[in-house]
């Protein structure tokens, strides 16, 4: 043995084997020491992220309802009904809005909390809580809160009924149920919780996500920091959401230690599995290192000859420092360039290089001799498409450069939840991955000797990996696909046809918010329901069903004149209030925005001229879409309308977005400087959404910066979104440019404004959008309508 050591092979084998031994030993010593504790931390880090986005899902569920119960406030009939003491109507009022909400309780109270009328049952909520509701609400104009009734936790909001002083009291409330905490469960990527408590009674579990075991376990503890359910650990961290004298509501929110302990226990396995694997390597190297020389020089020909018929394996490892070592490395070195040449020239003509996946050229390539050797063996193939929902809203909101993270993160978890090797057949040499990128925020997959089954339980499987939140930049983003899906040879039997079909079958999942849709040939028909809203839509137009309601701006240095933005709203005999994104994109997809928008341009001149008439000095805003902005006769339709309602054309004001320029700059621009010429003012809104290109708003002949809600809102607390706004009014003033800010909801915020110097404010703060006759009430009243008054409001 002592003979042996003194060989450089055998001292090699043993010093590497040691160091290998002691690296492995001290793994597992630091594995099992800080495994726990840094599960610990990454549970907590997550506890908080989830806690913040509870709190933010809270805060825009309390919006949300207090939005829909004024929206019942603003209802006309029901106004009606309220007046006449109508008992009838307003029930039947009350439980259709209701029903349309998903509410649990609807009452109208009187002034002095009376019952008026009540969906479905007046003394299901009878809390003290509600009086305190109606007095914030009395005094802040709104108030949401929680209350425990009849055993159940529910969610309240009152809001008066104005008309224009309150006359009456909305309460909507929604139970606290399972649905409602398993919707927060999906969103959190927690377990969640809601106890009440109170000193009189023991504590209670309103709505859980856990079962039985974990909902008697949380009961059974005074803190919910740490808590063992079914031998499984879970971290905690509790969230007071109302704080009464006697009732003390809380949400507990929750996450098992499992997921984040798992890769330590994985990577202890894994380690322990790779001493062995090592040591064996090892001794295995220690037998190669004693080969002869011919041994080598054989391997390295034997490489040479596999190099020349394009086979390129990895090189035969020669661990020598004389000239055969330096052969084997030249072999190395010039077979890596080589490779790597040839990698980069396929991967430029067959891959996508932002994710790696085969692109359209490569997945058609596929897809063909698929087609070819299915029909051959009389096997069936399975094409699936898929689109991700909302992408242009995340790049639009985060960027491109975070969209392309994302697209990244499909293209990865396609490959994972997509594609298996058992799903592939061997003969179709897809490269061991049939997903591909076709093209923007498009994939494509094909599944050989697939079925309608295999191919539905394919796309669930990637339905299902999509959906988990992805965690990218410390964001958490939501991604959901639509999937199509086509068969060959039941829908085509032509590769290209094939495609067609899964992408028809794909924008009808988009289109009826569906995940997956298998190809039907009716799906070439046009949707019955689509055609219905256009017909309805155009109806509306004829009948005058469809209303303008103009907001307010407010002008920060004193003007004899006002400021609104006429905004169209659709009050359907049927359906009732249509919010205007239901139909004002479905108008610009189908074309029929240009009527919408003759019919808003000649009602708000009309209505322009009439307060000219009057005497009034009141400058009108109007929105113009981007297929509004092409329309060449656009300029001489505005100009007859002024002639006809003989209106100044320097009272009207035409938004339009920057995007609008984009799609064709020459006709757009020329458009611009034709409505110009007429005297009316033009202003880009939305400023800062869009492609933001300096260059074309250099170009537009406008008079007005419209800088997007978006920056507004968080002016004061986010000191990026403030030095967006005070660089967009500089710039704006520097070019000659009025600037109005929009989205303003806090004094703070407007008072901001004023001292970065803006022109124009305009949002819920001033106004919400006012009916004419309530225009005329809020012109009287309201000290926002005088100019320059800031401080006195405030």
């Known amino acids: 043995m002592r003979l042996r050591f003194k060989r450089l092979q055998w001292r090699i084998a043993v010093w590497f084997a040691l160091i290998l031994l002691t690296v492995q030993l001290g793994g597992l010593f630091l594995f099992a020491e800080i495994g726990r504790s840094s599960a610990l931390e990454e549970v907590d880090a997550q506890l908080e992220t989830g806690d913040r986005v509870f709190s933010r899902l809270l805060d825009q569920r309390n919006a949300q309802l207090a939005q829909a119960a004024r929206v019942l406030t603003a209802d006309y009939g029901f106004r009606e009904a309220l007046l006449s003491r109508d008992a009838a109507t307003i029930e039947s009022a009350l439980e259709n809005h209701g029903s349309r909400i998903d509410a649990s309780l609807m009452l109208l109270l009187d002034l002095d909390e009376t019952v008026i009328g009540a969906y479905p049952d007046p003394t299901r909520i009878a809390s003290?809580?509600?009086?305190?509701?109606?007095?914030?609400?009395?005094?802040?104009?709104?108030?949401?809160?929680?209350?425990?009734?009849?055993?159940?936790?529910?969610q309240l909001v009152v809001v008066p009924m104005l008309a224009p002083v309150p006359v009456a009291w909305v309460v909507i409330g929604f139970v606290v149920d399972e649905p409602f905490v398993r919707d927060l469960k999906h969103l959190t990527g927690l377990e969640v919780s809601f106890l009440v408590q109170s000193p009189s009674s023991p504590r209670q579990i309103a709505a859980s996500t856990l079962d039985a075991a974990g909902q008697g376990a949380l009961l059974n503890v005074a803190e919910a920091r740490s808590l063992e359910i079914d031998n499984e650990e879970y971290r905690g961290h509790t969230h007071t959401i109302e704080a009464l004298e006697q009732t003390e509501i809380l949400a507990v929110l929750q996450l098992s230690l499992k997921g984040a302990l798992a890769p330590w226990e994985r990577l202890y396995r894994e380690w322990s599995g790779l001493s062995l694997a090592a040591m064996l390597v090892m001794v295995l190297a220690s037998l190669v290192l004693g080969r002869t020389i011919a041994s080598p020089v054989s391997r390295l020909a034997g490489f040479a000859r596999e190099v020349g018929s394009g086979r390129y394996a990895e090189p035969p490892a020669v661990e020598r420092g004389d000239e055969i070592g330096q052969l084997a490395d030249a072999f190395s070195l010039m077979t890596e360039a080589i490779a790597s040449r040839e990698a980069r020239i396929s991967e430029l003509a067959y891959r996508d290089a932002l994710t790696g996946l085969p692109n359209r050229v490569h997945f058609m390539e596929q897809l063909h001799a698929a087609v070819e050797l299915a029909a051959l063996r009389a096997q069936q193939i399975a094409v699936l498409t898929l689109d991700i929902d909302r992408f242009k809203l995340i790049n639009d909101a985060l960027g491109h450069g975070f969209g392309d993270l994302v697209l990244c993160e499909v293209g990865r978890r396609l490959r994972v939840a997509g594609v298996r090797q058992r799903d592939l057949s061997a003969d179709m040499r897809l490269d061991g991955n049939a997903a591909a990128r076709l093209g923007g925020d498009e994939f494509g997959l094909l599944i050989p000797d697939a079925d309608d089954t295999v191919a539905r339980i394919v796309a669930g499987r990637i339905a299902t990996a999509l959906e988990h939140p992805m965690s990218i930049q410390g964001q958490l983003v939501d991604v959901r696909a639509s999937i199509g899906i086509a068969l060959f040879p039941q829908h085509c039997t032509d590769a290209g046809d094939l495609i067609r079909c899964a992408d028809v079958a794909m924008y009808k999942a988009k289109r009826h918010n569906a995940t997956v849709e298998v190809y039907d040939p009716t799906h070439h028909q046009r949707n019955a329901a689509r055609l219905s809203l256009l017909t309805e839509l155009r109806q509306a137009v004829e009948r005058d069903e469809l209303v303008l309601y103009y907001q307010p701006k407010y002008a920060f240095k004193p003007d004899k004149a006002l400021h609104l933005e006429a905004l169209v709203r659709w009050v359907h005999p049927q359906r009732g209030?249509?919010?205007?994104?239901?139909?004002?994109p479905f108008a610009e997809q189908t074309g029929y925005i240009k009527a919408i928008?003759?019919?808003?341009?000649?009602?708000?001149?009309?209505?322009?001229?009439?307060w000219q008439r009057a005497g009034r000095e009141i400058h009108v805003g109007l929105n113009i879409s981007a297929r509004d902005l092409l329309q060449p006769d656009l300029p001489e339709t505005f100009v007859r309308m002024l002639e006809a309602h003989a209106c100044e054309a320097r009272l009207i004001t035409l938004e339009i977005t920057e995007s609008a320029v984009v799609d064709d700059p020459r006709n757009a621009l020329a458009n611009l400087e034709r409505l110009r010429a007429t005297g009316c003012s033009l202003s880009i809104d939305d400023y800062g959404t869009g492609y933001s290109s300096l260059?074309?708003?250099?170009?537009?002949?406008?008079?007005?910066?419209?800088?997007?809600?978006?920056?507004?809102?968080?002016?004061?607390?986010?000191?990026?979104?403030?030095?967006?706004?005070?660089?967009?009014i500089e710039l704006a003033h520097d070019m000659g440019l009025t600037v109005t800010a929009e989205g303003v909801e806090t004094e703070d915020?407007?008072?901001?404004?004023?001292?970065?110097?803006?022109?124009?404010?305009?949002?819920?703060?001033?106004?919400?959008?006012?009916?004419?006759?309530?225009?005329?009430?809020?012109?009287?009243?309201?000290?926002?309508?005088?100019?320059?008054?800031?401080?006195?409001?405030?």
């Not at 209030?577 to 004002?584: R, S």
């Not at 928008?597 to 009439?610: D, F, G, L």
């Not at 170009?699 to 660089?727: A, C, Y």
């Not at 959008?769 to 006195?792: F, K, T």
């Open 749 to 794: 915020i407007l008072l901001r404004l004023g001292e970065l110097g803006c022109d124009l404010a305009q949002g819920y703060l001033v106004s919400r959008p006012l009916a004419v006759a309530d225009l005329d009430v809020w012109m009287a009243n309201s000290p926002w309508a005088r100019s320059g008054s800031i401080s006195s409001s405030a």
């Open 597 to 610: 928008t003759q019919w808003v341009m000649n009602r708000a001149i009309q209505q322009c001229a009439e």
């Open 128 to 154: 003290p809580r509600l009086t305190q509701l109606v007095d914030e609400a009395r005094r802040d104009g709104q108030a949401t809160g929680f209350t425990l009734a009849q055993g159940r936790l529910y």
């Open 577 to 584: 209030f249509v919010p205007p994104m239901e139909f004002i």
């Open 695 to 728: 260059s074309y708003v250099r170009q537009m002949p406008v008079h007005e910066l419209k800088i997007d809600r978006s920056f507004v809102m968080n002016l004061t607390t986010h000191p990026g979104d403030e030095i967006i706004v005070r660089s967009t």
